[in-house]
C-alpha cells in the first residue's frame, strides 16, 4: 500500500498493539518530512531497509512505545533528521543510533523512567543539537561531562527529573556542565 504515496510528505502510525516492525516499504516515501510513531507497544524495532529511503525525513516522534530500545542502524540513512521525540520508554540507555544524527537540532525525551544517564558520546556527536528537554526521567541523576563541549546548545529543560533538577541548579553539582548554556529552565512539580 505504501509504494503508491512517494509524495506523502506526513505519516502517523497509530494504536497498533500488535505491530512489532515497521514495513520494509517504508523506504519507498521518499518525500516523507514527518514520521510519527504513537502507541504500538510490541514494536521493538524500526526497519533497516526501510529508513533508507527517508532521506528527507526531518521530524521523527516516537510515543509510547515501550518496548522500543533500538533504532536500527538503518537510521544512519536519516540524514535530514532534525527533530527527535521519543516518549514513553522502558530503555535504560539512550539509543545508540542517535548518534548518528549529525543534522539533528532538536531532541526531546520523555519518559524515560529506567534511564540513569546520558551516554559520554552524548555531546562529541550531536554537534548541531540546539535544543534540548529532558523530562519526566526520575532516575535520570548525571548529565555527560562532554554536554560542556556542545557550544550549538542553546536551550536545555529539566522537567520533574527529581535527582538531576536539583544537582544542575546553581551550585549544584551538576551546574558547571551546563552553565554555559543561554537559556535553562530546571521545573519541578509534586
Not at 521518499?30 to 510513531?37: D, G, P, R, Y
Not at 556527536?125 to 550549538?152: F, G
Request: aromatic share 4%; glycine share 6%.
Amino acid at each position: 500500500m505504501l509504494q503508491n504515496l512517494s509524495l506523502l510528505e506526513s505519516l502517523g502510525i497509530s494504536d497498533m498493539k500488535d505491530l512489532r516492525a515497521l514495513p520494509k516499504s517504508l523506504a519507498s516515501l521518499t518525500a516523507l518530512k514527518k514520521l510519527t510513531i504513537r502507541e504500538c507497544p510490541e514494536l521493538e524495532s524500526l526497519p533497516e531497509e526501510g529508513l533508507r529511503g527517508l532521506a528527507s525525513l526531518q521530524e521523527l516522534c516516537i510515543e509510547k512505545c515501550y518496548d522500543l530500545v533500538s533504532l536500527s542502524m538503518g537510521t544512519k540513512a536519516l540524514k535530514s533528521l532534525t527533530h527527535l521525540r521519543i516518549k514513553g520508554s522502558n530503555a535504560t540507555a539512550l539509543p545508540e543510533e542517535v548518534k548518528h544524527f549529525p543534522t539533528l537540532q532538536k531532541l526531546h525525551l520523555i519518559g524515560f523512567r529506567n534511564l540513569t544517564s546520558l551516554p559520554d558520546w552524548f555531546g562529541g556527536h550531536l554537534t548541531s543539537l540546539r535544543h534540548l528537554n529532558l523530562d519526566d526521567c526520575p532516575k535520570l541523576e548525571t548529565l555527560p561531562s562532554s554536554i560542556q563541549m556542545m557550544t550549538t546548545l542553546q536551550s536545555l529543560t529539566i522537567e520533574e527529573c527529581y535527582l538531576l533538577g536539583p544537582r544542575c541548579e546553581r551550585g549544584g553539582e551538576e551546574w558547571h556542565k551546563i552553565k554555559h548554556i543561554p537559556d535553562l529552565k530546571i521545573l519541578h512539580y509534586n
